[in-house]
């Protein structure tokens, strides 16, 4: 199979963690007889500051001709310190999801076996997790009406939503949980806001297309405190873009690391995978960022593709490393560990 991917590095660790990933998925394509073909693009700081924009069209036409687009991180100290810069790295990741139409973002949360015990949370309430939360990416507050008042003493961003966004949404929602525990909660503040009972409503006349999904409605700050009690009540959660946002980031601890989990963006037509954490500038250039996370994000480009088999081979590698501790510093505990470059080669040569 020939596969045409846009590589999308970006700032910080992006481009080491994301030359891992390469590595895997070329050893991927060499055991299954499959041909890649790279095309890499700017986005971010490093896009702003070659061409003065953080998404330029030129990105954005190699990722419309690619079947998939795999993502580093956006970022950059320079533009957080700075409130009055007009151009930010971020905005690009906004207006590649928009111009892409990637409106439902994927984040499974799960436990590796050798690593239960790194979770800040107790093993008998983590152990066996596995959930995914499908966060809405294109709509809601994020891209609602905002500005100032009063002078600038005042500021408003409202939170918008057509039915149809929240119609794709759960739809997602509803054929990933067929193919998993057949259970979906729906995460809004409905007793509040009017967006959120437009979720809930909407996802209540969907029902009836999907007999075998339990469905269930919380609201968003008790899922909050129940992610953290009893996350293994969850199997597949939908909810809005400022609620997945913080919800995700808050699953994230289970696992140990937020350099392991991976995540996908998808629309109709491409998905674009990415690991969860950022572009994390402090230790950038040194080797020592933890590449899994991107490498699993490359194992749900293979599945997302068709490719069942080559993404279990990913996964059965990234915890065989784990298992056998080939791992960078931030999982050594203070024992023997491996660079960002060493931990990916390791993982070539093993598949």
């Known amino acids: 199979m020939n596969l045409n991917i846009a590589l999308l590095a970006g700032d910080g ?12 998925c070329n050893a991927v394509a060499s055991k299954f007889n499959h041909e890649i073909s790279w095309k890499s693009a ?75 015990d790194k979770s800040p949370l107790k093993r008998d309430r983590i152990e066996g ?49 067929l193919k998993r525990g057949k259970k979906l909660c729906c995460v809004d503040k409905a007793n509040v806001l009017e967006a959120s009972r437009l979720w809930r409503e909407t996802v209540q006349r969907m029902e009836k297309d999907y007999p075998e999904v339990e469905v269930t409605y919380e609201f968003v700050d008790a899922v909050a405190m129940r992610l953290i009690q009893w996350p293994k009540g969850y199997d597949v959660i939908i909810t809005a873009n400022l609620f997945g946002d913080i919800l995700t980031d808050e699953a994230s601890v289970i696992s140990g ?71 960078t510093e931030d999982l050594a505990d203070g024992g023997k560990s491996y660079k960002t470059s060493e931990v990916g080669d390791w993982l070539a040569n093993n598949l």
């Not at 991180?73 to 928009?98: C, H, T, W, Y």
């Not at 994020?142 to 119609?167: C, K, P, Q, S, V």
């Not at 960022?289 to 991107?294: E, V």
């Not at 593709?305 to 056998?324: D, F, G, P, Q």
Request: hydrophobic fraction near 45%.
């Open 13 to 24: 660790i992006g481009p080491e963690v994301i030359d891992q990933a390469v590595k895997v």
């Open 42 to 116: 700017l986005v971010g700081a490093a896009a702003i500051d070659a061409v003065g924009e953080p998404y330029p069209d030129e990105t954005h036409a190699i990722c419309e001709a690619s079947d998939a687009v795999l993502f580093g991180a956006i970022g950059d100290p320079r533009f957080d310190n700075n409130p009055s810069a007009k151009v930010r790295p971020e905005q690009g990741l906004l207006k590649m999801r928009k111009a892409l139409g990637l409106f439902a973002n994927v984040r499974p949360t799960f436990t590796f076996p050798s690593l239960i």
């Open 129 to 177: 997790t596995d959930l995914v939360i499908v966060r809405e990416l294109t709509g809601g507050v994020y891209f609602g009406e905002r500005g100032r008042l009063n002078e600038g003493e005042t500021a408003f961003d409202t939170m918008t939503y057509h039915r149809f966004e929240i119609e794709r949404i759960a739809k997602k929602g509803f054929e990933m949980a």
């Open 257 to 327: 690391s937020m350099g392991l989990m991976p995540s996908s963006s998808l629309g109709e037509k491409i998905g674009l995978y990415e690991p969860i954490h950022g572009s994390y500038p402090q230790a950038a250039g040194k080797d020592i960022a933890n590449p899994l996370a991107t490498v699993l994000s490359a194992a749900m480009l293979f599945e997302d593709l068709n490719l069942a088999e080559e993404a279990e081979a990913i996964r059965e590698v990234v915890n065989k490393s784990l298992a056998e501790g080939i791992v």
